[in-house]
């Protein structure tokens, strides 16, 4: 079957159209972003601002009539913290419902860890052993831990790089002094979390997904998206180290000429160095491995094993 899928994030909304079926990788057959940065669209009362539900409600209704076209089966749409956590959230959501015709699932930050682990376990299979996985969003940290496809615990914390930028690192580039507040702020919130994710043993393989991370793994010298998403990538202690040392001294114009960083996201690298470094020393680990599926995917699989009876 022809699946669409919408994610509407933090920072983009992401159609992807798949062909799938159980037992099976789902075969992609277009990627489509829409930056609309809607957490940075949170005004003072909480609430999504209007400019923002304008330009999630326009671009959900742009992914439908593309995904019609392709001739999708079903359209998976959902939203995670950036409208899960906007004061009007309901409102928002009536609105896509209404002009858009897409009925947006509001995801929880536990839904979203769950949903990523199973996706980090189809991708790695069973010989990974005991599992840990980590994705940064826009809006919230999501983590799992577990040795079967169904995590033991997940976790989401407010530790999202767009969430960080906007409430704690002004400036271009940002004063040492706030980095470092930001980074006892992070340690502080993942030191619980950490003994959670460990209570069940150690883990075998601890993976990372998301753009954040893929960007700090890339100018730490990972290999490019050019070659593929099965060629392996690491992101070590000493890369992080020396990517962050080295992007908290440089302005957003600067970031953003390196080398596998998006435009449209450079400000907000060094929120997510910041979170990524707090949470390897949490989890005193010396490297994560990337995994190129990740939510969108997990909802793809889940949805598949609800449709066979899995």
Known sequence: MRLGVLDVG????HLLVVDAHRGAQPTPQLSRKSVLRLAEHIDKRGDLAMEGADALVGAAMGARRQALELGCDEILAFATSAVRDAGNS????ARVRDEAGVEL??????????????????????????????DIGGGSLELAAGADEEPEVALSLPLGAARLTRDWLDGDPPSKAKVNALRDYAEGELASAARKLLG????????ATSKTFRTLARMAGAAPSSDGPR???????????QVSAFIARMPVADISELDGVSAGRAHQTVAGSVVAAAAMDAL?????????????????????DRLTGG
């Open 200 to 207: 069940g043993g150690p883990p075998d393989l601890v993976v």
């Open 90 to 93: 309901a409102d928002v959501l």
């Open 10 to 13: 933090s920072n983009t909304v």
């Open 231 to 241: 060629a392996r990538r690491v992101l070590t202690r000493t890369g992080l180290r």
């Open 105 to 134: 699932a509001v995801l929880t930050g536990e839904d979203e860890a769950r949903l990523t682990f199973l996706a980090v376990r189809r991708w790695f299979g069973w010989s990974a052993g005991r599992l840990i996985c980590l």
């Open 284 to 304: 005193e680990v010396d490297a994560f491995q990337l995994c190129p599926w990740a939510l969108r995917e997990g909802v793809i699989l889940s949805r598949l």
